[in-house]
Nanobody, 124 residues
Framework: VQLQASGGGLVQAGGSLRLSCAAS????????MGWFRQAPGKEREFVAAINWSGVSTNYADSVKGRFTISRENAKNTMHLQMNSLKPDDTAVYYCVMGERLLRPNPPWADLDYRGKGTQVTVSS
């Protein structure tokens, strides 16, 4: 499986960005998908996840109410709409797939597939 993230960039605090992730290589629909992020000098952390049907979602407390995850199975694509961005959201964001992403605080080590990241920088 290959996961390709896009949509990162530089934005001012309070602004918005929309990340996308395109999956290829095998069946996309059977897996939950999500996002992790890693800021400079910090550990990688879970951000959000969505189940195969799009009905169930899981968010880190730090992004609840600001970020919205969605997916388009027909296009093998997932999105992360990020609103009201803060400087603390600055990080490399990674697109991931895994069966356990809907559990509380899923660990990076349990993921089935991980993509290369896309940089998000929020200026104050």
């Amino acid at each position: 499986v290959q996961l390709q993230a896009s949509g990162g960039g530089l934005v001012q605090a309070g602004g918005s960005l929309r990340l996308s992730c395109a999956a290829s290589g095998r069946t996309f629909i059977n897996y939950s998908m999500g996002w992790f992020r890693q800021a400079p000098g910090k550990e990688r952390e879970f951000v959000a996840a969505i189940n195969w049907s799009g009905v169930s979602t899981n968010y880190a407390d730090s992004v609840k109410g600001r970020f919205t995850i969605s997916r388009e199975n027909a296009k093998n694509t997932m999105h992360l709409q990020m609103n009201s961005l803060k400087p603390d959201d600055t990080a490399v964001y990674y697109c991931v797939m895994g069966e356990r992403l809907l559990r509380p605080n899923p660990p990076w080590a349990d993921l089935d597939y991980r993509g290369k990241g896309t940089q998000v920088t929020v200026s104050s």
